[in-house]
């Protein structure tokens, strides 16, 4: 089992190549489409359920409605919309009302536009800041010797009460924002409705994490470097 581990990321032919693009594409030792089939027989079945096939195909929708000058072919299309509207156009193909929004303290400027944008095009917007409850990190048992404010009270992120907080009113279709690495984790794993994100926290890099991808073999080189 282990040598035929998904390994996609390491696939050695162009995209139009694979097989999982191309009936006569190539397929390593390695790839899923041809190593796993019973995978996709199930996941066929999960399409299967109408509110299942109905939020891919919406999606989907989505997905193309995102190009222009598709009439022209593949070669001439071209990006039409940013997430925000995407993000926006699929809440009313699904025919979502409430709309939750979480974000991160640091992006409460930013969540304010969000939330302006979305009220604007008629859906009701319920948003929870991370810092919401105001607990202390103390009962992670963090000391003040190692808050970010060192020997000073700070209050926890708190993903889950997020989750619980949108759970309360039942949002519809959930949107997150900057939520720290692994508090992003907790509240999807805590939310109910379906989730996406409108934007990832970097600290670094002002929120564009491909950053440091982009550049990895240059200026990032050092990330590569093994720890010693």
């Known amino acids: 089992m282990e040598n035929t581990y998904p390994q996609c990321a390491r696939c050695p032919y162009a995209p139009q190549d694979r097989i999982c693009l191309n009936e006569d594409g190539k397929a390593p030792p390695f790839c899923p489409t041809t190593n796993h089939p019973e995978v996709f027989q199930a996941a066929a079945r999960e399409f299967d359920k109408p509110d299942i096939r109905n939020f891919a195909k919406q999606a989907s929708l989505q997905e193309a409605d995102g190009y222009a000058d598709r009439e022209l072919g593949y070669a001439r299309t071209r990006p039409l919309k940013p997430r925000i509207l995407e993000t926006a156009e699929f809440a009313d193909k699904m025919g979502y009302k409430k ?83 692994g508090h992003d984790s907790l509240f999807l794993k805590y939310a109910e409705a379906p989730c996406t994100v409108l934007a990832v926290k970097d600290r670094l890099l002002g929120h564009n994490p491909l950053a440091a991808v982009y550049t990895l073999d240059s200026y990032y080189r050092v990330l590569k470097v093994p720890k010693s």
């Open 99 to 181: 709309l939750g929004l979480v974000f991160c303290i640091g992006l409460a400027a930013e969540a304010r536009k969000v939330d302006r944008f979305f009220s604007s095009r008629g859906f009701e917007v319920v948003s929870g800041i991370c810092k919401a409850g105001r607990v202390s990190k103390e009962v992670l048992d963090i000391g003040f010797d190692q808050n970010i404010r060192i020997g000073s009270f700070e209050s926890m992120c708190n993903p889950i009460a997020q989750a619980k907080l949108l759970n309360l009113v039942k949002t519809e279709f959930n949107i997150m924002m900057g939520l720290c690495v």
